[in-house]
């Protein structure tokens, strides 16, 4: 069974590009948690989405930042015109149900870059 | 506002010693998780405790839930070289009615261990 899987697992953008961050979490699992880990930083909650529909982006930065959960295919974190401050490693994690007692599984995560 | 206080922030012993990581909230939690993460991957699962005094070993590791489900502790015994990572808390709480898993971590204890 495979684990959660993230590309690209780097990735290297100018000031004003857009990045795009794919996640496609373990077989079975219909939750999808988006996390941010800024260097000397904890890891910090951004998005929570279920397939098509988006529960909790409390997270998330007010602007230019969006999440996605298609019905097919991979859930995608788009960060567009990015920033210097974007730069972090952003991981995706799964689980099967929602409930507060459930385990979430990581990606390895992509380390974004922006020069 | 920083739910869970993690520490120490940093641990350096030598191999055989025993250490214990903190990991302490204001708040009740659903759930604590524990995770270690290496340089430049995602942080895996290593246990999950869901029952206020709950106790889970694993091999040399204790982990143990406070009665209140608002702490949680993280005992090594007989430390080795190959312990030596980040190890990370995470809480999952019930959202007023919504219950579902997001995690708030803590800081994280960097632990080195010395041959």
């Known amino acids: 069974n495979a684990g959660v899987m993230q590309n690209p697992r780097h990735l290297v953008r100018r000031r004003g590009q857009e990045a795009r961050l794919r996640c496609s979490p373990m077989k079975g699992h219909s939750h999808v948690y988006w996390y941010r880990q800024l260097p000397e930083e904890g890891l910090k909650f951004m998005v929570y989405l279920q397939k098509e529909n988006i529960i909790d982006e409390s997270g998330m930065p007010k602007e230019r930042f969006s999440a996605e959960f298609p019905k097919e295919g991979p859930s995608i974190l788009r960060i567009q015109q990015v920033v210097r401050g974007d730069s972090a490693a952003y991981f995706c994690a799964s689980s099967p149900f929602s409930k507060g007692t459930d385990t979430q599984y990581f990606g390895p995560g992509t380390r974004l870059t922006v020069l | 506002t920083q739910l869970l206080e993690q520490s120490p922030q940093f641990l350096s012993i030598q191999e055989g010693e025993n250490l214990t990581v903190y990991c302490n909230s204001s708040?009740?939690?659903?759930?604590l998780q524990w995770y270690r993460q290496e340089p430049g991957e995602g942080p895996v699962l290593l246990v999950t405790v869901v029952t206020g005094g709950e106790v889970k070993k694993l091999k040399r590791l204790t982990f143990q839930f406070g009665d209140a489900r608002k702490d949680s502790s993280l005992h090594i015994t007989a430390a080795q070289p190959g312990d030596t990572g980040l190890y990370l808390c995470a809480g999952a709480r019930d959202a007023g009615g919504t219950s579902y898993g997001k995690l708030t971590f803590g800081q994280g204890t960097i632990l080195t261990v010395h041959p």
């Open positions: 708040s009740v939690f659903s759930s």
